[in-house]
């Protein structure tokens, strides 16, 4: 007789737009996976129904198969230890949803629930950028800032789940406004509409670039596309949100002590372009004894870094308890 194979995990990101689910081995092996439009707008009942059939749907790709549970990544704020999904922007109608006692019911199945930046960072620390490391903190730099910290092996989340919200952590005192109506946060400083808007500012100024003659409003992608064409004045924009991203790191270095600080979201695309200012800036920010303790290299996951800690999650968790 065969031996009985492991229990598998189903992972589920719940996004705005876009529903996804894959099937996952202790080991981090993604057997199957299927993606089907959120249709937010039909409110939470509906799309809860929509992740039960998702669920069911990568589970029947291995019948007879035992399933430990279904970890779900949601945008935030998430109370993870009631599963609760609070009032994220793009899930309109969402308001403290117990998202997962109610798949719980449906699927008759643990049911664990995680904020998207956490478990982007448990993704990449268990199966990506940060394997093998026990120290790590992960950045999705995108149209917001947010982030994981991995500390002792231990991802963070602080009292209320609320930790690693590194996108407003303040850099620069009475800066740009930042949009949760702070000041001189890193978002509002290295975001993907921040990287537009100072790119719009440059033209506005004059500067030589392929992004003159640009019809409407300025996206983060076309400046990463024109940096990677040679133009001075995009690699300029982004040197500028990559050394702001380094302050930032270089905050998080002397708190956290982390070997690898991993950089993931669509900014990330930028590669060097961000990447090398930002080491830069978080070198010539932190104390002499930091400076070879610790690197910074893009993420490995790419969008699928919260599918596999949502697998992480359900792993972890039920070998816990
Ligand atoms: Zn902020």
Known sequence: MAPTPSPLAVAVDLGGTHLRAALFTAE??????????TEAERGPDAVIERIADVVREVMGTAPGQAIMGVGVTAPGPVDEKRGVVASPPNLPGWADVPLAERLQALLGLPVFLGNDANLAALGEYRYGAGKGLDDIIYITVSTGIGGGIISNGRLLTGAHGMAAEIGHMPIV?????????????????????????EAEAALKRGWPSLLANHDGPLTAVEVVQAAQQGDATARHVLARAGHYLGVGIALLVHVFNPQR???????????????????????????????????????ALGDDAGLYGAGALVFDTCSAG
């Open 28 to 37: 981090g092996a993604m057997l199957s996976r299927t993606r089907v439009r």
């Open 173 to 197: 005192p009475d800066g740009p406004l930042c949009g949760c109506g702070q000041r001189g946060h890193l978002e509002a400083l290295a975001s993907g509409p921040n990287i537009a808007r």
């Open 261 to 299: 600080i991993i950089v993931g979201g669509g900014v990330s695309n930028a590669g060097d372009f961000l990447l090398e200012p930002a080491r830069q800036s978080a070198r010539d920010h932190v104390m002499k004894p930091y400076r070879d303790t610790f690197d910074i290299v893009p993420a």
